[in-house]
């Protein structure tokens, strides 16, 4: 098994191609790790989530990591972590663009079929969405030849 | 789609039948989430990794995280999250008794195929064998009806 470094291009097309990855925050000396699902575009990780936890968390430090993944087995995988920080979508008009993006993920691991509209913004189930700003990444493949 | 909570039976078995968990640590308000290869005994996650960052960090501040799911598709998954503290394996004994539970999962994130003996304990490639003692998880599994 060979593991190499990945050049940036191949860490884009990784997290082009994913929709689901794992995000890890931190408050007051305490990890948590969590799945999401997200869309990559321009430089952000977007997503959204309901209420909870990690958005409380993230509110209060938005030094975030988040790790993405492809397995195919034990010798042949691709891995990138990226360090970021978390911006919360708080204007309707880009929760409803993040919304249009992230809708064909919607059930992955929300419960729910909700929509954002001007009247549902401020409700209970109402998600957060946010966008994670990608400051340093690195990853790494391995494979056999 | 549901989702319901798994009580403790069913976190346990997902622990005992998967080898690959993401394993979150944080330092200084930055957090860190990679992918380990564990295997779980009474209680703690058991695993290894060559001398690095998340050893580092963990040393610093042995509060974690870990995230262990299994996933059929968007609709029907399981997912845990434990936290819990690093306890670092130093004994010899410890350690090798580590490496024979986990020799079988060895080339799983590390291209080695180093063995821990009392002649390489020390030596710059000979991995860290460390526990992970849970101190609380929950979890969830969504499913279709």
């Given at each position: 098994m060979f593991v190499h470094e990945m050049d940036h291009a191949e860490c884009i097309a990784l997290m082009a191609n994913k929709a689901l990855a794992r995000l890890a925050c931190s408050n007051d000396g305490m990890s948590y790790v969590v799945p999401i699902s997200f869309q990559y575009v321009d430089g952000y990780i977007l997503s959204f989530s309901r209420p909870g936890k990690k958005i409380d968390w993230m509110r209060k430090n938005?030094?975030?990591?988040?790790?993405?993944?492809?397995?195919?087995?034990?010798?042949?995988?691709?891995?990138?972590?990226?360090?970021?920080?978390?911006?919360?979508?708080?204007?309707?008009?880009?929760?409803?663009?993040?919304?249009?993006l992230l809708q064909k993920q919607f059930d992955w691991w929300e419960p729910g079929g909700y929509k954002t509209t001007?009247?549902?913004?401020?409700?209970?189930?109402?998600?957060?969405?946010?966008?994670?700003?990608?400051?340093?990444?690195?990853?790494?493949?391995?494979?056999?030849?």
């Open positions: 938005g030094r975030v990591c988040v790790e993405i993944d492809e397995i195919w087995d034990k010798r042949q995988w691709k891995c990138l972590v990226a360090e970021g920080l978390f911006h919360e979508l708080t204007e309707l008009s880009e929760r409803e663009h993040a919304w249009s001007a009247e549902s913004v401020g409700e209970a189930l109402d998600p957060v969405y946010f966008k994670i700003e990608i400051t340093r990444m690195s990853g790494r493949r391995a494979f056999d030849e």
